[in-house]
């Protein structure tokens, strides 16, 4: 096999790791989130886990962080319109809905982090120098840009589960 491919292989694998792990944590601080009636209490458990997570990956190399943040990042980005966003219905969407919206959002960023790999932005100064502070700013876009699209997924889930649920009675 080439080793370019090979690589690819071996991201891919490691991706799907963080991706698994992802899920794990989603899963575990969703049923504490369930019990805790305190807004302020959710967004500290959730900020919290973020921050342990940049905290463990804040040493890495810019890719290594990004790539790490799959497990830390889209899970949190999946729960905060959830449990912080007053959505005016009240109602969980269900366990299925969350984890469909995890994956989706992390083979999203998934994507993207080949894409920034890939296309040699990894080498610009600000990237490789991996400071403590260019670290961090590229974790809080990853969670802006997760949050954003977790957003997005909860709205279209919403939109097109209406419309089956219309179809299907009729």
């Known amino acids: 096999m080439d080793t370019a491919i090979e690589s690819l292989c071996i991201l891919f694998l490691i991706d799907v790791f963080f991706i698994f792990a992802g899920v794990v944590v989603l899963s575990v601080v969703r049923e504490i989130l369930r019990w805790i009636p305190s807004r302020l209490l959710r967004a500290g ?15 890495a190399d810019t890719p290594t962080l990004l790539t790490g943040a799959l497990a830390f990042v889209p899970p949190m980005a999946a729960l905060v319109p959830l449990y912080l966003v007053d959505r005016g219905t009240g ?21 993207l982090l080949f894409f920034f790999d890939r296309s040699g932005l990894t080498m610009m100064p600000v990237v490789y120098w991996h400071t403590p502070v260019s670290n961090g700013m590229f974790y809080i876009l990853a969670f802006l840009l997760c949050l ?8 279209l889930m919403q939109q097109y589960g209406n419309r089956a649920g219309q179809q299907n009675t009729g």
């Not at 458990?45 to 040493?59: E, K, M």
């Not at 299925?96 to 960023?109: F, K, N």
């Open 45 to 59: 458990i959730i900020l919290g886990i973020l921050a342990v997570g940049f905290l463990y990956l804040s040493r």
């Open 148 to 155: 954003a699209g977790a957003a997005l997924v909860y709205v």
């Open 91 to 111: 109602n969980d969407p269900g366990y299925s809905r969350i984890i469909l919206c995890d994956l989706l959002v992390s083979a999203a960023g998934a994507v």
